[in-house]
T-cell receptor
C-alpha cells in the first residue's frame, strides 16, 4: 500500500564505508527526488530524475551517486562516508505539479 | 539566490488560531506549497497556491501574494496534534525549494 517506500529506515555505519539507500514508488509518477534534511531540519534537494534521466544535480559531492533502473526506483549510493553525511535522507516523487511531492518515510543515516 | 524565510518557532493554545508567515525571493516561481512534518516523520502535503488569494481546506487556509513574495498558513481551532513543523516551499522551474520550517507547539 505504501506510496513511496525507502529502505532502510535507520542506518548506522562507520566513516569510510560505502552504503546504499533504496527508494520505490508505486504511484506511477514520472519524477523522483532525493532530499537531505540536516540537524536543523532544513530540507535541501540533492537529485532529481525524470523517467530514469537525471535532470537535477545540485552541488553534491561526487561520493553521492544516484541510480534509477526504471521510473519507479531511485537509489542513492554513498561512497567513503563522512561524519557530515549524517542526516535524514528523504526520497520523493511527483507527477502533477498541483499535488506536490509525496515523500517517503526517510532514512536516518548516522556516521560514527 | 534563493531565500525562503519563516519564523523558527511559534507557540499557541489549543482552540486558538495561529498564522505562520513565509516570505520568499526566488529566481522563478511556479507555485507555493505548505507541508506539515511531525517529528521523525515525512513531510505531508497541506496546500498549494499558484494564484493570489486564499485557499481554504477545512481548519487550514493558505494565502498567497505574488507581488509581495508572501504567503501565510492559517490554522484554526488548534488541536494538540497540530504540534509539528510547517514547511513553506516554492516550486522553482523544476524543483521544490524549502524554507527552514516553523516549529509549532500547541499547549493545552
Amino acid at each position: 500500500d505504501t506510496a513511496v517506500s525507502q529502505t532502510p529506515k535507520y542506518l548506522v555505519t562507520q566513516m569510510g564505508n560505502d552504503k546504499s539507500i533504496k527508494c520505490e514508488q508505486n504511484l506511477g509518477h514520472d519524477t523522483m527526488y532525493w532530499y537531505k534534511q540536516d540537524s536543523k531540519k532544513f530540507l535541501k534537494i540533492m537529485f532529481s530524475y525524470n523517467n530514469k534521466e537525471l535532470i537535477i544535480n545540485e552541488t553534491v559531492p561526487n561520493r553521492f551517486s544516484p541510480k534509477s533502473p526504471d521510473k519507479a526506483h531511485l537509489n542513492l549510493h554513498i561512497n567513503s562516508l563522512e561524519l557530515g553525511d549524517s542526516a535524514v535522507y528523504f526520497c520523493a516523487s511527483s507527477n502533477r505539479l498541483n499535488y506536490g511531492y509525496t515523500f517517503g518515510s526517510g532514512t536516518r543515516l548516522t556516521v560514527v | 539566490g534563493q531565500n525562503i524565510d519563516q519564523p523558527t518557532e511559534m507557540t499557541a493554545t489549543e482552540g486558538a488560531i495561529v498564522q505562520i508567515n513565509c516570505t520568499y525571493q526566488t529566481s522563478g516561481f511556479n507555485g507555493l506549497f505548505w507541508y506539515q512534518q511531525h517529528a521523525g516523520e515525512a513531510p505531508t502535503f497541506l496546500s498549494y497556491n499558484v494564484l493570489d488569494g486564499l485557499e481554504e481546506k477545512g481548519r487550514f487556509s493558505s494565502f498567497l501574494s505574488r507581488s509581495k513574495g508572501y504567503s501565510y498558513l492559517l490554522l484554526k481551532e488548534l488541536q494538540m496534534k497540530d504540534s509539528a513543523s510547517y514547511l513553506c516551499a516554492v516550486y522553482n522551474t523544476d524543483k521544490l525549494i524549502f524554507g527552514t520550517g516553523t516549529r509549532l507547539q500547541v499547549f493545552p
